[in-house]
């Protein structure tokens, strides 16, 4: 079993930048892909970033490409999303997830375990 928690959401003003933490407990995660998702009200949920689990392939969606890095460290069980040039677009509660194979999706339905998320608010 996994448990995931995110952390480094907020309110920041457009144009800003945020650092999402999610560390993970329960099992190690230096085999798996990790990803972020997230979903604005009304919204259905979309994908955002993932990693497999070496680190060294990633994918993004258009939305965030260019203004999202996701990284991880496995040492410490924890994967990041770095994102600048924020957008009220932007505004969403962020979800990580890991997915139980080396490599990632975009597909929320690919993986295993969610956190509980964190919101992050960007005001124009």
């Known amino acids: 079993q996994v448990q995931l928690v995110e952390s480094g959401g907020g309110l920041v003003q457009a144009g800003g930048s945020l650092r999402l933490s999610c560390a993970a407990s329960?099992?190690?995660?230096?085999?798996?892909?990790m990803g972020w998702f997230r979903q604005a009200p009304g919204k259905e949920r979309e994908f955002v970033a993932a990693?497999?689990?070496?680190?060294?392939?990633?994918y993004y969606a258009d939305s965030v490409k260019g203004r999202c890095t996701i990284s991880r460290e496995n040492a410490k069980n924890t994967v990041y999303l770095q994102v600048n040039s924020l957008k009220p677009e932007d505004t969403a509660v962020y979800y990580c997830?890991?997915?139980?194979?080396?490599?990632?999706?975009?597909?929320?339905?690919?993986?295993?375990?969610w956190g509980q998320g964190t919101q992050v608010t960007v005001s124009s």
């Open positions: 997830a890991v997915r139980s194979v080396q490599m990632g999706s975009i597909k929320g339905e690919d993986y295993d375990y």
């Open positions: 329960g099992n190690t995660l230096s085999t798996y892909a």
């Open positions: 990693i497999s689990w070496s680190g060294r392939t990633t």
